[in-house]
Nanobody
């Protein structure tokens, strides 16, 4: 199993970013996918989760209405569209899947600062 995130960077408050996670090594369309984040000095926390077919989505309270998780099972990719970014959204964002055990990507840094 391999998860490779991309799309992070430096953005001003109020800006947008789109994260991507390219998955391989398992049957992507059969598994729920999640985005987590970890800010400096804080525990890793769930941001959003999407079911295998995309019909069930859950968001953390702190991102609801600003972030959108989606997936393309034909491309084995899950996305996180982040709008109205705030400085407190600064963190390393990780892609996650549980295929018998936990798998994490390497993470992509998102920095929201003026």
């Amino acid at each position: 199993v391999q998860l490779v995130e991309s799309g992070g960077g430096l953005v001003q408050p109020g800006g947008s970013l789109r994260l991507s996670c390219a998955a391989s090594g398992f049957t992507f369309s059969l598994y729920d996918m999640s985005w987590y984040r970890q800010a400096p000095g804080k525990e890793r926390e769930l941001v959003a989760r999407i079911s295998s077919a995309g019909g069930r989505i859950n968001y953390a309270r702190f991102v609801k209405g600003r972030f959108t998780i989606s997936r393309d099972n034909a491309k084995n990719t899950v996305y996180l569209q982040m709008n109205s970014l705030k400085p407190e959204d600064t963190a390393v964002y990780y892609c996650y899947v549980r295929v018998a055990t936990d798998y994490w990507g390497q993470g992509t840094q998102v920095t929201v600062s003026s």
